[in-house]
């Protein structure tokens, strides 16, 4: 279920409700009783940031990774030449 805000113009009283789809918009503040109580538009609860499954997953093309990634039995030119870092 969602979570609306709403804000009293007469009082100033703010709160959140917890209210399915389907039920009717509150119009009575809580708080004084007036009927001017309104539902706020807000930004919703949780962004969608860094490079997780959204960012990487199910996005259209056919290419395959094969194709895109160098061939795995050409050696990979490293600076350490001796192989003394450990990367070998």
């Known amino acids: 279920m969602p979570i609306y805000e709403y804000r009293c113009p007469d009082c100033g009283f703010q709160k959140e409700h917890l209210q399915k789809m389907s039920d009717e918009p ?33 996005k259209g093309g056919g290419a395959s990774s094969a194709s895109s990634s160098p061939s795995s039995s050409a050696p990979a030119a490293h600076s350490c030449s001796g192989g003394g870092c450990g990367c070998h």
Do not use: H, M, N, V
């Open 26 to 58: 509150l119009s009575t503040c809580p708080s004084c009783g007036a009927t001017g109580y309104a539902k706020l538009l807000s930004a919703a609860g949780f962004q969608l940031k860094g490079s997780g499954w959204y960012a990487t997953d199910f």
